[in-house]
């Protein structure tokens, strides 16, 4: 009985401790704040980077609205790399025509597809859809091709 219960209480010890240093696992739809609320070292990436001052111009520039799809993982490397880079963007571009949804997706393979509308077709995270004008004008998929910025430009002038 003994050994149970010290059996029982390192389960629940080591649960405890492992959760309170993975990061959330976030899903569905989200909101920027949510995000950073939940995964607080995002604060610090995106504190840090340095977009191409060039490409946030043209960012900043854009006449048109703009509607950025964003599916991520909070569990995933790229995700955190790159999420926290457009929300750098999006504040030195500062244009209300730039407009983001962003959609946590599970980390659990079956459960992704009630999250993704159908025909929206993501299979890696993260993914950026970009509509001008309600059009799809193009994506970034999982790692830029140069920069968040800049493949956001280049998907604006083209």
């Known amino acids: 009985m003994v050994r149970r219960i010290v059996l029982i209480t390192g389960v629940?010890?080591?649960t405890a401790f492992?959760?309170?240093?993975?990061?959330?696992d976030l899903s569905g739809?989200?909101?920027?704040?949510q995000i950073l609320s939940a995964l607080a070292d995002w604060e610090a990436i995106m504190a840090v980077y340095?977009?191409?001052?060039?490409?946030?111009?043209?960012?900043?520039k854009t006449g048109d609205p703009?509607?950025?799809?964003t599916y991520f993982g909070s569990?995933?490397?790229?995700?955190?790399?790159?999420?926290?880079?457009l929300f750098k963007i999006l504040d030195l571009a500062d244009n209300p025509l730039l407009q983001v949804n962003y959609t946590a997706i599970p980390?659990?393979?079956?459960?992704?597809?009630?999250?993704?509308?159908?025909?929206?077709a993501i299979d890696k995270l993260p993914t950026f859809v970009v509509f001008l004008n309600g059009r799809e004008i193009g994506r970034i998929v999982e790692t830029p091709a140069r920069?968040?910025?800049e493949d956001l430009a280049a998907l604006l002038r083209r």
């Open 12 to 14: 629940a010890l080591t």
């Open 18 to 24: 492992v959760s309170a240093f993975l990061p959330a």
């Open 29 to 33: 739809p989200v909101s920027r704040s």
């Open 50 to 60: 340095q977009p191409k001052p060039e490409a946030v111009e043209t960012l900043k």
């Open 66 to 69: 703009v509607l950025i799809e």
């Open 75 to 85: 569990w995933c490397s790229d995700s955190k790399a790159h999420v926290p880079a």
């Open 107 to 120: 980390r659990d393979k079956a459960e992704r597809s009630r999250f993704i509308p159908e025909g929206r």
């Open 147 to 149: 920069s968040m910025e």
